[in-house]
């Protein structure tokens, strides 16, 4: 009996030591892929000011990303599934428009700078589903957030001690700040998603100072920086989160504005097209939201040259004589749509645009019925709602749909895969 005994305990001592070192490599490869989410948020979420990093050495900061990403998926590897992601028709929608997205550069002049923008966002969409099929909503944000505060505390740092590259003295923007950026409006929209993370994060359970901490050092660089809109908008957002946490009936409406706001702009895309007005005419009265109408009329004047299939990723601006008319006619030019909605027309056609906006339904039909059916953290739910929200709103005045590399970019495909998942045949009983 003593040999048996002695028998069945080695025999458990070796099992103990096979599934050890599974389990430590899983925690590792988990704390890589929240790693390289905070290193991936600072290398990605806009261009540093050419004092800190050379204009020429601006590639540096997307091929960071891009291994990032690499790593990120190569650590997914040995992190068992999370999620369970099923083949239905908003899964499908999903995949084909970003499959439209990604072979476009075929019928582009197949430059090397739109080759490597088709391969980056295969890359970063396959990462997506990796990134959260495999670790919780709740990692994500936290890696993101400090990404996200480093980047701001950064950049109220650098316009404090260091104002002839964090303060922006030009004659349009005198005295804003700008960080470590070059633009006044990256750090706006930056501080914005910190400001709405922030409030995602106090919900469930961060303590009082450092969510104040956070949200008033990000909500100072919105004021600074001249954002104020992107700080309107972040704080809608994180209204949502509040009031999706009071109301299921609220979270039901809001899950339906990000289709919405798909039809208003194709809307506002087709008075541009009908009128060919480059500006929003109400009387005696014209908004041209700091001239970015001028920029939207200028690609949607082009549609019919393209229709179907639109002019390919990073195949617009790319056009010596489309870029120089534009320049001859202004005097400057931007090589930016301003509104993610006109890029995706211009550059995925009509039928991109219509994938587009279907992709986006399925995506609203389908959180309606996981409310119904309880089939998704409330949390998380109101999370991916008011995320959502927030980027389909900002998408109006910048461009961030069809980003290769800019981790919020990719971070909204990943919240569409999350819904992704299957769910019960029939709503539960309330």
């Not at 002695?6 to 892929?33: F, H, M, Q």
């Not at 470590?180 to 501080?191: A, V």
């Not at 060919?276 to 200028?298: A, H, V």
């Not at 393209?306 to 001859?328: E, H, V």
Request: with cysteine.
């Amino acid at each position: 009996m003593a040999s048996l005994h002695t028998v069945a305990d080695s025999e458990a001592y070796d099992s103990a030591i096979w599934k050890a070192p599974g389990a430590g490599v899983e925690t590792l490869a988990r704390n890589v892929i929240r790693i390289s989410i905070t290193v991936n948020v600072i290398a990605s979420m806009g261009v540093f000011h050419p004092a800190l990093l050379p204009a020429e050495w601006s590639y540096v900061q997307q091929a960071l990303a891009l291994l990032m990403w690499v790593i990120l998926i190569y650590a997914s590897v040995f992190v068992r599934p999370r999620v369970r992601v099923q083949p239905n028709p908003d899964l499908i929608a999903l995949v084909a428009f970003y499959t439209l997205a990604a072979v476009s550069v075929l019928w582009t002049s197949l430059a090397t700078a739109a080759i490597m923008k088709s391969a980056a966002l295969v890359v970063t969409t396959f990462g997506a589903y990796c990134l959260i099929t495999r670790i919780d909503i709740d990692e994500i944000v936290g890696s993101t957030a400090l990404g996200l505060f480093i980047l701001v505390a950064a950049s109220a740092l650098c316009a404090v001690f260091v104002p002839e590259i964090g303060v922006d003295q030009s004659w349009m923007h005198n005295g804003q700040w700008q960080g470590i950026y070059e633009s006044k409006q990256t750090l706006g929209f930056i501080s914005a998603y910190l400001m709405f993370f922030a409030c995602y994060q106090k919900m469930t359970g961060q303590g009082w100072i450092a969510f104040l901490s956070t949200f008033l050092l990000a909500s100072t660089c919105v004021i600074a920086s001249g954002s104020r809109g992107a700080g309107a908008v972040a704080l809608a957002a994180g209204g949502l989160l509040v009031t999706s946490m009071w109301s299921i009936r609220c979270m039901r409406v809001y899950a339906v504005l990000p289709f919405i706001m798909c039809i208003l702009a194709a809307l506002l895309m087709l008075y541009f097209y009908v009128t060919g007005y480059d500006s929003i005419r109400i009387g005696e009265s014209t908004i041209d939201f700091t001239e970015r109408t001028f920029i939207w009329q200028y690609a949607i004047s082009h549609f019919n040259d393209a229709p179907l299939l639109g002019f390919g990723i990073n195949g617009f601006w790319t056009r010596p004589s489309i870029y120089d008319y534009f320049n001859q006619n202004h005097g400057w030019v931007l090589d930016n749509y301003h509104s993610g909605y006109v890029a995706v027309a211009i550059e995925t056609g009509f039928l991109g645009y219509v994938l587009f906006v279907a992709s986006v339904y399925l995506f609203s039909e389908k959180v309606l019925y996981l409310i119904a059916t309880r089939s998704i953290d409330r949390c998380h739910c109101a999370l991916i709602i008011g995320f959502v929200v927030l980027s389909f709103q900002s998408n109006f005045t910048e461009t961030m749909l069809l980003r290769s590399t800019m981790f919020t970019s990719v971070l909204l495909v990943a919240f569409f895969f999350a819904v992704c998942r299957p769910v019960p045949q029939q709503p539960l009983q309330q």
